[in-house]
Nanobody, 120 residues
Framework: VQLQASGGGVVQAGGSLRLSCASA???????VAWFRQAPGKEREFVAA???????FYGDSVKGRFTISRDNAKNMQYLQMNSLKPEDTAVYYC????????????????WGQGTQVTVSS
């Protein structure tokens, strides 16, 4: 499954961004997820959506970010609202046939990453 992330950019604190991730293949039976990695830090779980549409969020983004998917278009999205400077990171989309996991090692397929920078 080839993934292509897009939508990153520079935004002021309190602003919003929507990330997109396009898959070259069908994702309807996959768990899809977003992770992020800030400089000098480990990759962090952000959000995931199971094939049935159940969603999970990291504690630091709960209530501000929303993951969604459009299986007909083989797309997944991450709507990010009320952005904070600490949200600054490279964001990666991921997918796997396995059930939901917060661990990045559970995901076989990865996009190339898109930079999100939140200025204060």
């Amino acid at each position: 499954v080839q993934l292509q992330a897009s939508g990153g950019g520079v935004v002021q604190a309190g602003g919003s961004l929507r990330l997109s991730c396009a898959s070259a293949r069908r994702i309807s039976s996959y768990t899809v997820a977003w992770f992020r990695q800030a400089p000098g830090k480990e990759r962090e779980f952000v959000a995931a959506s199971t094939w049935s549409g159940t969603t999970f969020y990291g504690d630091s983004v709960k209530g501000r970010f929303t993951i969604s998917r459009d299986n007909a278009k083989n797309m997944q999205y991450l709507q990010m609202n009320s952005l904070k400077p600490e949200d600054t990171a490279v964001y990666y989309c991921a997918a796997d046939r396995s059930p939901y996991s917060r661990s990045d090692i559970a995901y076989e397929y990865w996009g190339q990453g898109t930079q999100v920078t939140v200025s204060s």
